[in-house]
């Protein structure tokens, strides 16, 4: 093995030296608070130290990284500067953020604990990071509701924009050989997010010929929810903002809703649903639920899969089956959400909370990736430079399924 004084200090993006040598410096796209703002704006490549790891830490070598929309939220400082929360948490001692949750990449180091990883593996990146440590863990608690639990590369430092990645070894589970490094790269944060979300909330878990209602099908978290459905012999009703993204949904094997087509979104007041208003709502409401169940054969959705929030809301409670659930695991038009409290309690319906996945969650999913069960969908590789401009298009609504970028390759 080479000395480590013999090695450059620091490789071009595209280089890497052998596996289990550690230059002294990495590139990385990086955020200051200075900078918060339209991702196109935010981030700048900088030469940043290679952080140590604890024992039970790996430094991975990025090939490539995915993204997803937290890297928006983080970029813009908005609705939370990141950077303050990671110090008044003192979760960080330095000035900067390198964010991304999502990365397929090599070993070059590990701690003395780590058992589960060598130095050369091939792996994939899971984002659910906390603390194995926290007695609510160790008693067999779930994970996703430890204290400690925090989103990598959103909540914690040191993610995956960038050539070097620290993890802890519970996030690196192997990666399918059959995918390059960008499609590896794009599938750990919303495959789990979704498989949780469809699967984990008995007894409304996805079963044969029941239907789901997937808000923004062409997105990240909607392409890998129409194949989880699919899969589970449900039926995939995506919902979509253009006939383009229609299209890339059928041809998902989605049942597919433009949205463009109703006009009833955002939020109700109490004064449209007084008994004189309601019906201006309504029935705009109803056209929808109608255009499901014309697409069904009658069927309305057993579950609604929530995420963009205040926008739908009122809808998502409205079409969702009796006795079924709506379940939700982001607000990205706003957090207020409201919705006419008639249609849950006298229909039984559910509403559920869902924040990423457990462990077992992950293995399941990335081994039904293994299995070719399920693909990522990616669309679009950019390189390590041009990420402002991947993550900018994300912010704009412009881009369909995932978007990686290439960094160690
Ligand atoms: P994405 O790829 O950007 O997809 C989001 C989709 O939302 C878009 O394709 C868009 O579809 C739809 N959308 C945007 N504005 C909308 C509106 N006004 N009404 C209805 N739909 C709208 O993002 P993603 O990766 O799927 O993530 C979606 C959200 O979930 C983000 O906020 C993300 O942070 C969050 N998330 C949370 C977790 C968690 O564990 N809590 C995990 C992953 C993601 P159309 O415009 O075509 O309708």
Redesign the pocket.
């Known amino acids: 093995m080479k000395n480590t004084e013999d090695i450059p200090e620091i490789y071009e993006i595209g280089q890497l030296p052998p596996p289990g040598i550690v230059p002294k410096y990495m590139y990385a796209q990086v955020l200051r608070q200075n900078r918060y703002g339209e991702p196109i704006n935010a981030f700048s490549i900088e030469k940043i130290e290679i952080p140590a790891i604890a024992d039970d830490e790996v430094l991975v070598a990025v090939k490539a990284a995915g993204l997803?929309?937290?890297s928006v939220?983080a970029a813009r400082g908005y609705p939370l500067d990141m950077i303050r929360l990671m110090k008044l948490r003192r979760e960080t001692n330095v000035d900067f953020h390198i964010i991304g949750s999502d990365c397929s990449g090599i070993v070059y180091k590990k701690g003395a604990l780590v058992k589960n990883v060598e130095i050369g593996d091939e792996v994939v990146i899971q984002p659910a990071w906390y603390d194995p440590e926290d007695p609510w863990i160790k008693n067999g608690g779930d994970t996703t509701i430890s204290k400690t639990s925090r989103a990598w590369g959103y909540e914690t430092n040191w993610g995956s924009f960038a050539q070097f990645c620290k993890v802890r070894y519970f996030q690196c589970l192997p990666k399918p050989i059959h995918l390059y490094w960008d499609q590896a790269a794009v599938y750990m944060?919303?495959g789990p997010?979704v498989y949780r979300m469809l699967f984990h909330y008995a007894p409304n878990i996805v079963t044969e010929g029941d239907v789901v209602l997937i808000?923004?099908?062409?997105?990240?978290?909607?392409s890998m929810a129409i194949q989880l459905v699919k899969l589970a012999g449900g039926i995939p009703v995506a919902?979509?903002?253009?006939e383009e993204?229609k299209k890339f949904c059928e041809e998902m094997g989605a049942l597919a809703i433009n949205?463009s087509e109703f006009s009833h979104?955002g939020g109700l007041t109490s004064e449209m649903l007084k008994p004189e208003n309601q019906l201006d709502w309504g029935l705009q409401a109803k056209k929808f639920m109608k255009k499901i169940t014309h697409l069904t054969g009658g069927k309305l959705p057993n579950i609604v899969l929530e995420?963009?929030g205040e926008?739908?809301w009122p809808t998502s409670v409205y079409v969702c089956d009796r006795d079924g659930m709506i379940v939700t695991?982001?607000?990205?038009?706003g957090y207020f959400c409201s919705f006419d409290v008639r249609y849950l309690w006298l229909q039984r319906k559910r509403i559920q909370g869902?924040?990423?996945a457990n462990l077992q969650e992950c293995i399941a999913l990335n081994q039904l990736v293994m299995d070719k069960k399920v693909y990522p969908v990616l669309t679009e590789t950019y390189s390590f430079e041009e990420l402002p401009i991947a993550l900018q298009k994300?912010h704009e609504?412009k881009?369909k399924g995932n978007i990686a970028i290439q960094i160690g390759y």
């Open positions: 997803n929309y937290n939220w944060l919303s997010t808000w923004g099908g062409a997105g990240g978290l909607g919902v979509v903002n253009s993204k949205r979104w995420h963009p926008n739908t695991c982001a607000g990205t038009t869902s924040h990423y994300m609504n881009h």
